[in-house]
T-cell receptor, first 110, second 119 residues
């Protein structure tokens, strides 16, 4: 069975701080990896995805993530967060189905 | 492009009644639609996968007679919670996968969710 683990449930940062959200997965086969963001009152939106190729993927709004196969990880990063990044972030893995992590609530303070 | 409309965004119903939630792909054809349930502070749990014109495939532990899914067209899927009880109160989210896999989001687009409260 596949599973996804997000280590941080709540993160509070000041504007301009750097962000890294952890995501680890377990699955025996080839996976596709995603990070989604859900702003308050809005639907899930895709931040970035990894299917193959360069393990460092860049997404929208300055986010990036690195797939480290040996560590089964796909951590999300942003060098300098903004107040508008306040949202919930979900890591998702598609093996035989799309499975989500429990989400990380990010609050960016001015 | 690739917009999914989910309706209603919230609903309150009495215990024992049925509630229907609609999920529409507005500008693409969705060959496959997914229904998720999200409990507070928990992950999205896949309930079922539906393919247009065929019966839905339910995940283990999900009662198919309680959560009726119909995917009658390439743009519409419905989830009906039958004989709802307070424990069915949750946030339900649909997702649609485009017919063409290499769509903007590689096929997965989410609705805005439906908050169901059963009293």
């Amino acid at each position: 069975a596949q599973s996804v683990s997000q280590h941080n449930h709540h993160v509070i940062l000041s504007e301009a701080a750097s962000l890294e959200l952890g995501c680890n997965y377990s699955y025996g086969g080839t996976v596709n990896l995603f990070w989604y963001v859900q702003y308050p009152g809005q639907h899930l939106q895709l931040l970035l995805k990894y299917f193959s190729g360069d393990p460092l993927v860049k997404g929208i709004k300055g986010f990036e993530a690195e797939f480290i196969k040996s560590k089964f990880s796909f951590n999300l990063r942003k060098p300098s967060v903004q107040w508008s990044d306040t949202a919930e972030y979900f890591c998702a893995v598609k093996g035989n189905k799309l499975t989500f992590g429990t989400g990380t609530q990010l609050k960016v303070e001015l | 492009g690739a917009v999914v409309s989910q309706h209603p965004s919230w609903v309150i119903c009495k215990s024992g009644t049925s509630v229907k939630i609609e999920c529409r792909s507005l500008d693409f054809q969705a060959t496959t639609m997914f229904w998720y349930r999200q409990f507070p502070k928990q992950s999205l749990m896949l309930m079922a996968t539906s393919n247009e014109g065929s019966k839905a495939t339910y995940e283990q532990g999900v009662e198919k007679d309680k959560f009726l899914i119909n995917h009658a067209s390439l743009t519409l899927s419905t989830l009906t919670v039958t004989s709802a009880h307070p424990e069915d109160s949750s946030f339900y989210i649909c997702s649609a996968r485009a017919k063409q896999l290499w769509d903007t989001n590689y096929g997965y687009t989410f609705g805005s969710g439906t908050r169901l409260t059963v009293v």
